[in-house]
């Protein structure tokens, strides 16, 4: 009789079932755990407020990296937006005589990321306004677009407008060409040019890295200038007129900003945020074109 017993307890131990039966009540503890942080979380328990990545401040500016998906200021207090953000992290910057807290020299759309140049005083922004105005300063923007391009670089020159077709008034499409559009108002000429970095694939389809750099500055100007040459940018839910919908974001960066002035020199790059790592290997390189390294001095060039 006992040596049964024995013989049972050694079979149940060798079957690997108490091992089995200990991960699964880890298994349990560990959704346990995630569930009471998660409810932690809903009512900002521990939640720790949100700051502004900063590249460079001085006494003159603050240049920081804006997240994709935020609105640089809205009228709308209860949105967060850079200028919410920054009001908790700067209350020293902030200029009361402003409607929005900051002079705000320049802007990125929503959904783009990337290098955001904010003046800290009068002067300073009245020159870098003048900077942007006459052209001089210097923008080069990283995208990932749809398809890959039967081209190396390009010099995009089309004329922008703003949309005033009832097809899109339920979209927020704003700006339209000239191109494609013969009811686009107040056209302006608007230039772009595109330099192919590589080409691969993102989950599984098509892809065409490049880098961008606008010469004018219109509103909506990469994504309207890349979808008219057949290229949307990834993830645009705007100018795929709602299609591509699939991507966490639009995969527009503001990459580098050289911008000449008389207080200081202003020349800042990020870090690439659509490397192959970056993009959890979702993005597939299967043919390089230009480095980054050399891609500014040849984008330059041309």
Not at 21 to 45: P, Q
Not at 74 to 82: C, F, H, R
Not at 255 to 278: G, Y
Request: glycine residues 4%.
């Amino acid at each position: 009789m006992i040596d049964e017993i024995v013989d049972r307890i050694v079979q149940f131990f060798s079957t690997g079932l108490v091992e089995k039966i200990v991960k699964a009540f880890l298994v349990l503890c560990d959704r346990f755990v995630s569930f009471i942080l998660s409810l932690c979380e809903g009512n900002n328990y521990k939640k720790k407020d949100e700051t502004v990545d900063v590249l460079y401040s001085s006494g003159n500016f603050l240049v920081i990296n804006k997240k994709h998906d935020l609105l640089i200021n809205s009228n709308d207090t209860k949105k967060k937006t850079v200028q919410t953000i920054m009001r908790k992290q700067f209350p020293e910057y902030v200029q009361d005589n402003l409607t929005h807290d900051f002079y705000f020299a320049h802007r990125l759309d929503f959904a783009t990321s990337g290098i955001l140049c904010i003046p800290l005083n009068k002067n300073a922004c009245k020159e870098v306004c003048q900077v942007f105005e006459e052209q001089r300063a210097r923008k080069y923007y990283l995208a990932l677009l749809r398809g890959h391009t039967d081209f190396d670089e390009e010099v995009i020159d089309i004329a922008i407008g703003e949309c005033e077709d009832i097809r899109f008034k339920d979209t927020s499409k704003k700006m339209c060409t000239i191109l494609e559009d013969e009811l686009c108002q107040n056209p302006r000429r608007s230039i772009t040019k595109v330099l192919v970095l590589d080409r691969g694939y993102y989950n599984g389809k098509p892809v065409t890295k490049v880098l961008l750099r606008p010469i004018t500055g219109r509103r909506h100007q990469l994504r309207l200038h890349c979808s008219q040459i057949g290229h949307v940018i990834v993830g645009d839910y705007t100018y795929s007129l709602k299609i591509d919908t699939s991507p966490p974001r639009m995969f527009l960066h503001a990459f580098r900003l050289v911008l000449p002035n008389s207080f200081e020199n202003i020349d800042i790059q990020t870090e690439d945020p659509f490397t192959e790592k970056a993009l959890k290997y979702k993005w597939k390189v299967v043919e390089q074109v230009n480095a980054v390294g050399n891609a500014f001095d040849l984008i330059d060039s041309f």
